[in-house]
């Protein structure tokens, strides 16, 4: 499972962060430089999920709106943007929006609050999906969230051989955090989880940051007791090169039971970390 496959990205902690997943026409968070880099696709976002108000997570909201106004494109295409209810910092955001585009849209624009659990139904995708979001831990005594993009399948119990559908996830977002308070069904096939720090920096920079991250050793530890299948982490420390992260990585990687395949994403670019432990085994459930 190669993830440039179904990703268009951008992460690096403090300056800019988003993830485009290009099987459903998702935008997750639109840090700076979104439009500059998606040029002409953004015309083929559908929604947008914000994650919270940081600006490394928002600040390419305003010229997302303005690029989809003014660029050649399909200008009665709508956009909507989903975001944690009651977050300041979005809001002010999308009051300047309001302010500066007033009258001049040429496209129907729309924003909604969102809380944990909440289901956005996607339109347009071959199988019945959907956004569910849930809670992160990030910023104290505020709203942020996660995603995760659930689909239909069928499931077939090995036991009875019979079938039924039911939503499995195909793309897990984190934004910020960490202990997303989230339980999936079956494997998720594609994880983002971000992974700010190494665990020998992660007392220092809690007090000093003020906010709560996860490090990269969490997030393994995360995609293990998951079983995740593709796990990429996101949302470095410029403080670390790639070759610190990716060390990191493959020896938490070689002190947990996590058997999928590890990625970094570093910068424009999603970095193959190697692969986990197989240990083989048989699932009670199997999907088609």
């Known amino acids: 499972m190669n993830p440039n496959d179904v990703l268009i990205s951008y992460s690096l902690a403090l300056y800019s962060q988003w993830f485009y997943h290009k099987p459903t026409r998702c935008l997750f968070d639109a840090g700076e430089g979104v439009a500059t880099t998606l040029g002409k696709k953004v015309f083929a976002i559908d929604q947008v999920f ?4 940081h600006e490394d997570h928002i600040a390419g909201v305003a010229n997302l709106v303005n690029v989809r106004n003014l660029a050649a494109g399909e200008h009665n295409k709508s956009l909507t943007i989903y975001y944690p209810r009651n977050d300041p910092w979005v809001n002010a955001l999308f009051a300047y ?11 129907p624009l729309y924003v909604q609050p969102l809380d944990v659990g909440d289901q956005v139904i996607l339109e347009g995708v071959k199988r019945p999906t959907m956004v569910t979001s849930f809670e992160m831990k ?3 005594e505020q709203l942020c969230l996660g995603y995760v993009i659930e689909q239909e399948r069928k499931v077939i119990d090995i036991g009875t051989g019979l079938s039924a559908p039911r939503y499995l996830p195909i793309f897990f977002y984190s934004g910020d955090g960490y202990e997303a308070i989230y339980s999936s069904h079956g494997r998720i096939d594609m994880a983002v989880h971000e992974a700010t720090f190494l665990g020998r920096d992660a007392g220092d920079t809690a007090g000093r940051v003020g906010h709560r991250h996860c490090t990269v050793e969490k997030a393994v530890e995360w995609g293990a007791s998951e079983d995740v299948k593709a796990l990429i982490l996101c949302h470095i420390s410029d403080r670390y090169s790639l070759e610190d992260v990716t060390s990191a990585a493959r020896a938490a990687v070689s002190k947990s039971s996590f058997r999928g395949q590890l990625f970094v994403a570093h910068r424009g670019t999603i970095v193959p970390v ?15």
Not at 97 to 107: A, V
Request: hydrophobic share 15%; aromatic share 4%.
């Open 50 to 53: 914000l994650s919270h108000g």
């Open 138 to 140: 990030h910023v104290r």
């Open 274 to 288: 190697g692969g986990g432990h197989d240990r083989g085994g048989t699932n009670s459930l199997s999907q088609t």
């Open 97 to 107: 929006i309001e302010s500066k585009q007033s009258g001049q849209l040429r496209y």
